[in-house]
């Protein structure tokens, strides 16, 4: 197994081409680009057979996704930010038509001001499409997830598009070792991809033309059951992966660091986990007792996991890359509401931080165990200094 | 300000003998998956034709069967026989009024839908 040092955007690279997709079709964007340059350089190479498609937009990009996976091949596309935003009309026609389509998020804020820095708030806008949403922390994790992600999507009881989101530039940019398996390996676990509908000159059918009131509200209960199998498709996708690959992270849906007799955690998402981790060590070497507690899983939201892993603190703190103008952050709103009916339940606190590139440091994390260990009520802070 | 007297109506109201129905088993809608349409053709089973309010009355006397109208359906509602065209196929009319418009000879005419 070779070890190289390469971007995270080239680890996802390679690791779309492992998967194969016959059909790609992008539509470059800050800080997606280098996925894309890396695909297209692999295709001119010959080391990838795929049928890259130079689309006008994003809009476009994945309305081509959507015929090109309709037609039963497996399908693969990028973006970011006003990319993301611009597919967004498309994004519902994806997971209705319940075609297992997987992209990559560079994920950067969303304008105006114009800012082409990481934040979370593209990929969140895009919160309710019925797309699963994984997001990752590290170059290695963005290599295993997005292939991860084929197999998810692909699986009969789901069939629902999937979003891999890394953090623009501060990890889509960042070379990082990387394990890199044999593709005799990545077969293994990536069985074909076997479509059930498909259109199909010698058997005709139609995809998704009409659902008229007597049965739409059916097909919308059925994309909802398919997210709820998704939770534990997604779970057996990631043990699988230890078995063949010797990483996990997690239980694939959430992983808790150092969470073992923890008064205190910290919920976030994405690269900034990282910076947790370090946070924690040092707090726990001072005999401090402290956590974390990685949202791996956004879309379907892991209730029953959140519950379990809430169950002994007395004080969360979420930290939201994003807002939900007029109320809060998207994550701090669903992690209240998945604990709201237990009895036992920790104090939870939001802040709101790194929004359009801001650095999220160690000493930022430090001062919010500080602020919770503190408190006896909750707060609400954005982390403007 | 005036008293509004309250009408006592209780009285009057009869009571509603209950009625025993069997209870009607609950047929379960069978859907695909991505709301597919497996069946080519189907189309032709969900009759549009159902929310027209203007409907093209056609004068068979007038008509010179010049096919103005069979050539400016938008849909398929003017059926054509022997080469002639036959009382029009309402069950995919939406009433858009085109055949009627182009008919030179005054032989179609729009109606109000009797409902």
């Given at each position: 197994m070779p070890r190289k040092v390469i971007e995270a955007s080239t680890a996802v690279a390679e690791a779309v081409k492992f998967c194969k997709p016959a059909v790609i079709p992008m539509y470059p964007i800050t800080p997606q680009t280098h996925i894309v340059e890396r695909i297209s350089e692999f295709i001119n190479d010959g080391d990838l057979d795929s049928e890259m498609i130079h689309v006008e937009s994003e809009h476009s990009a994945l309305s081509a996704a959507i015929g090109s996976s309709a037609t039963g091949v497996r399908t693969y596309t990028a973006t970011a930010s006003q990319g993301l935003a611009l597919m967004h009309e498309v994004l519902f026609v994806a997971s209705g038509m319940r075609l297992p389509i997987v992209m990559n998020v560079a994920n950067r804020a969303l304008s105006a001001p114009i800012n082409i820095w990481n934040d979370h708030s593209d990929s969140m806008a895009a919160r309710d499409s019925s797309w699963i949403q994984l997001y990752v922390e590290s170059a290695q994790e963005a290599f295993d997830t997005t292939i991860q992600a084929f197999k998810i999507a692909e699986n009969k009881k789901v069939l629902l598009p999937i979003m891999v989101c890394l953090d623009g530039f501060t990890l889509s940019h960042v070379y990082e070792p990387v394990d890199l398996p044999q593709q005799s390996k990545v077969n293994g676990y990536l069985p074909k991809y076997k479509p059930s509908n498909i259109l199909d000159v010698k058997k005709p059918v139609s995809l998704g033309p009409i659902g008229y009131p007597d049965s739409f509200m059916h097909f919308k209960k059925a994309q909802q059951d398919a997210m709820d199998n998704a939770l534990k498709i997604i779970k057996k996708s990631n043990s699988e992966f230890k078995t063949r690959f010797k990483r996990s992270y997690g239980n694939g849906l959430i992983e808790t660091y150092n969470l073992k007799g923890a008064k205190f955690a910290i919920v976030c998402a994405g690269s900034i986990c990282g910076t947790t981790r370090v946070a924690v060590?040092?707090?726990?070497?001072?005999?401090?007792?402290?956590?974390?507690?990685?949202?791996?899983?956004?879309?379907?939201?892991?209730?029953?996991?959140?519950?379990?892993?809430?169950?002994?603190?007395?004080?969360?703190?979420?930290?939201?890359?994003a807002v939900s103008f007029g109320f809060e952050g998207p994550m701090f709103t669903d992690l209240k509401a998945a604990i709201f009916n237990e009895k036992k339940k920790p104090l939870i606190h939001s802040f709101i931080a790194g929004l359009g590139g801001r650095d999220v440091t160690k000493n930022d994390m430090l001062t919010i165990f500080k602020k919770i260990s503190k408190t006896k009520k909750p707060i609400t802070e954005w982390l403007l200094d | 300000m005036r008293k509004i007297k309250k009408k006592t109506t209780t009285k009057s109201i009869k009571p509603v003998k209950k009625i025993k129905s069997k209870p009607k088993k609950k047929q379960e809608l069978k859907i695909s998956v991505g709301a597919a349409v497996l069946t080519p053709g189907s189309s032709i089973k969900h009759k549009t034709g159902d929310w027209r309010s203007m409907y093209p009355d056609w004068d068979k006397k007038k008509c010179t069967q010049c096919m103005a109208c069979w050539m400016y359906c938008p849909d398929d509602s003017i059926p054509v026989k022997n080469k002639k065209r036959i009382e029009t196929d309402l069950d995919f009319c939406k009433g858009c009024g085109i055949c009627a418009k182009e008919c030179i000879f005054g032989a179609i005419e729009m109606k109000k839908e009797k409902k």
């Open positions: 060590d040092e707090l726990r070497k001072q005999g401090i007792k402290v956590g974390l507690i990685k949202i791996k899983c956004f879309r379907p939201f892991p209730k029953e996991d959140i519950i379990a892993a809430c169950k002994k603190l007395t004080g969360v703190a979420v930290i939201d890359r | -």
